[in-house]
């Protein structure tokens, strides 16, 4: 007898009472309500599915998708049976294509990150208002034209960011220019002073050295006169002397000429300098009060502009000109400058008048709300960092009220001097610039996380709670950990914490298990990709089924709906083995069944190189390509085919596998099974291979032998309903509530944190 799934319908979220596990149960009878969790973060849907499936379980949940829009992260992808092109995968339109009256829960929010928490704050705090209107703001940034403009809006505010660090940049250098050629200036000016200083010394010492040897000379020759004993020299001597007293007093009038000359070099060169400094220091002013003007904004200076015409001034903005810095009474009693303003343009004063009011009016208007914001945000100072609980003391279970917490920045210094204890070998260490932009968000995040009794952060979105202090908090992995912790990047040494510290970890692909060694995180399980299950009672593939084959002329049809990524560097992460795949099924079509057909995706990087490769093994006429398909299209294409091929490389898989065994096909998949046992006790039953020549032995003994094509349906039902189902995916995250809050029967004694943390 098959195993069955139970079959729900799409639209319901009525919780049955055996779909109650013990730990909800036992909550519900402790505290008189369902377990509030909140989930962060949707990539591929993960989020919203296990929305789903812990709705049904009898939590109180809500899913935020914030800022983040793309087609496979939007519940219409995976639950609307749509046909047509919504535009932008990562903006789509969804009013572009009937959804057939699907709509989306309330307890799924997407949209801007602000606008998200506001919702969820105003939805667990009671007030409906608030809520429908950020639920009326949410649906229209469903709409791409918003989102667009919203993309739009935030490239315009990078730029001017950009812009105006450029400059406040060549403000700074120009000034620095100013300052520098006035330094310039400065030691040229005392650089001639001391040349002429040093020229004046030694001229006059020159001329005076010279004339004293002149003086000497005129003195040694009158005296060697003197001492001759005729008298008939009396008459020459008496007018050597006469001529020599005029010569001498020549000189020194010579002299002193020069000297004043020199002197007023000096004095004339002291002069240019100083006034050369002072037209500097007059002009550095406005040369800094002008560029600081500019970078106001154009409301602001209009603003300003109108205020200060109104009452007459004539100085600049912000810094003032050079009279009202000289002069205070200017620039203290410059109002009475309006009064002739106003005589004279009277008409011009009133209108300026009603512009000026105006304008206050509306900053007032515009300020208001960020007061209020910012005074609440000083309110909730003290509750920044609230249920932090120190190393070695066990947190409260599900506390609700906030107890006072240290600030954010003690929060911050504890989680740097952690990271250090944590992870001592590794050269990049956590630094403050790595988590302070979380500063001015932290307040919103850490109100909202108090409402709720679980946080699961998905990918890195557990830095939230991580910041905040929340306890417990669970870390959701889809891949996350296999290169991002290691990085040396922000976001990498930010998730490697967030992962170490979280009270459990959720790993939820098989081959993740390494990182998590490399990480020593002793508190990891795992749980399956949740899988879509609303669809098994839909009969519509039939219909696809037979126009299938009709269109193909085959009665073997194999889907394809991987990525089409293959090259020779395979790469560890990217690579699919696509080419493997084609080479056998053409060796398939040759040699076993010439009428077999496949259908793939026309979806990847290498999407032109395998088109190529199936015309040159000349198979390209039993190949139709279709375009990505939502969830519900794409459950109807691997029912209406025989076998469902995914990857031959990675050696694990994702949602392709579990699908098509839940929908009743065998699948053709490579899988490390070495990889895979700490996961499964029993390895799924499927075709493992890894080479051309495996696919085509797989594919022809499916061919020639139904029996077996039955028994591997019949496994893989079985197999799912044991390993991969969404009962067994909400008992683990049951077990996850039980054990992080305390509340199963085997979890009742008391714990430390770090016990907790490592049971």
């Known amino acids: 007898m098959k195993p069955t799934i139970p079959i729900r319908d799409p639209s319901s979220t009525a919780i049955a009472e055996d779909s109650v596990l013990a730990a ?24 919203y599915n296990n929305g789903k499936i812990l709705a049904r379980a009898g939590w109180d949940i809500d899913v935020m998708c914030y800022d983040y829009y793309h087609i496979m992260g939007c519940p219409e992808w995976e639950d609307a049976d749509f046909e047509g092109d919504v535009g932008d995968p990562f903006n789509p339109n969804w009013r572009r294509v009937d959804l057939n009256g699907f709509e989306r829960p309330s307890w799924f929010v997407q949209g801007p990150r602000h606008m998200c928490v506001r919702l969820l704050l105003a939805r667990r705090e009671n007030r409906p208002w608030d809520e429908a209107y950020c639920s009326l703001i949410l649906r229209y940034f469903q709409n791409p034209i918003a989102q667009r403009a919203l993309y739009f809006a935030r490239r315009v505010k990078r730029v001017a960011i950009r812009g105006v660090s450029l400059a406040r940049a060549g403000y700074h250098y120009g000034i620095w220019r100013l300052r520098h050629s006035a330094s310039v200036a400065k030691r040229l000016a005392h650089h001639t002073l001391e040349w002429l200083q040093n020229s004046h010394a030694s001229l006059h010492a020159t001329l005076q050295s010279k004339t004293t040897q002149a003086e000497q000379v005129v003195k040694q020759a009158v005296q060697k006169a003197a001492q001759k004993p005729t008298l008939t020299f009396d008459s020459y001597r008496s007018q050597f002397l006469w001529h020599y007293e005029q010569w001498a007093y020549k000189l020194r009038t010579a002299r002193a000429h020069a000297l004043n000359f020199l002197q007023l070099c000096e004095a004339s060169a002291i002069r240019r300098m100083q006034n050369m400094g ?46 009202a810095i000289h002069f205070p009474f200017v620039s203290r009693y410059r109002w009475l400058l309006a009064i002739p303003f106003a005589f004279v343009f009277p008409r011009v004063t009133a209108a300026l008048v009603c512009v000026t009011l105006v304008g206050l009016a509306l900053r007032y208007l515009i300020r208001l709300p ?74 919103e995040w850490n109100r909202l996380m108090a409402h709720y009794d679980l946080v699961i952060g998905y990918a890195t979105d557990g830095i ?18 296999r290169s991002i912790p290691f990085e040396p990047t922000s976001q990498g040494r930010t998730c490697a914490l967030t992962y170490k510290l979280a009270d459990a970890v959720v790993i939820t692909n098989c081959d993740c298990d390494i990182a998590a060694e490399r990480l020593q995180l002793d508190n990891h399980r795992f ?53 493997f795949l084609i080479r056998g099924f053409a060796r398939f079509v040759h040699e076993v069944c010439p009428t077999a057909a496949m259908v793939c995706v ?8 395998s088109k190529d490769l199936l015309a040159e093994l000349g198979v390209a006429d039993r190949v139709m390509w279709i375009e990505p398909k939502p969830t519900v299209r794409m459950t109807r294409y691997i029912r209406a085919c025989d076998v469902v091929a995914d990857q031959f490389y990675l050696g694990a898989f994702g949602g392709v596998m579990p699908k098509a065994m839940v929908y009743g096909r065998p699948t053709l998949i490579y899988l490390n099974e ?11 039953p499927i075709c493992n291979t890894r080479t051309p020549d495996e696919v085509f032995e797989s594919l022809k003994r499916l061919r020639i032998e139904p029996n077996y094509m039955e028994q591997m349906v019949a496994d893989g039902l079985s197999w799912y309903a044991k390993y991969h189902s969404s009962q067994l995916v909400a008992q683990r995250f049951d077990d996850i509530l039980g054990d992080v809050l305390s509340l199963n029967e085997r979890d009742a004694a008391p714990q430390s944190g770090e016990q907790r943390r490592c049971a």
Not at 545 to 555: C, E, F, H, K, Y
Not at 602 to 609: D, E, H, N, P, R
Request: aromatic share 8%; hydrophobic share 35%; proline share 8%.
């Open 278 to 323: 002072a037209k500097v220091a007059q002009r550095l002013p406005a040369a800094i009060a002008q560029p600081t003007a500019k970078l106001g904004s154009v409301f602001g200076r209009l603003l300003k502009f109108a205020r200060d015409t109104v009452v007459g001034t004539a100085a600049l903005v912000e810094r003032g000109t050079l009279a």
């Open 602 to 609: 026309a979806w990847g990087k290498t999407l032109q190189q």
């Open 24 to 47: 909800t149960r036992a909550f519900r009878e402790h505290h008189g309500r369902a377990p509030r969790v909140l989930c962060v973060g949707n990539v591929a849907n993960n989020g």
């Open 674 to 684: 070495e990889r895979h046992r700490w996961c499964f006790p029993e390895m799924p």
């Open 527 to 579: 749980i399956p990709h949740p899988i879509n299950e609303d669809w098994l009672a839909d009969d519509s593939w039939l219909k696809l089924r037979n126009d299938l084959r009709q269109q193909l002329n085959s009665d073997f049809i194999i889907f394809h709906p991987s990525r089409q990524h293959w090259e020779a560097e395979r790469h560890p992460s990217w690579e699919k083995g696509n080419d």
């Open 370 to 443: 960020v007061r209020r914001r910012e005074r609440r945000q000083a309110e909730e100072a003290n509750y920044v960092c609230s249920q932090s609980t120190p190393p070695n003391e066990q947190p409260s279970s599900v506390s609700i009220s906030a107890p006072p917490a240290p600030t954010f920045e003690a929060r911050c210094n504890y989680l740097l001097q952690l990271f250090r204890e944590l992870f001592p070998d590794r050269e990049d260490q956590l630094a403050a610039l790595d988590i302070v932009g979380y500063t001015s968000i932290m307040p």
């Open 464 to 481: 939230y709670p991580l910041l905040a202090g929340k306890r417990p908090y669970v870390a959701y992995e889809h891949g996350t950990i």
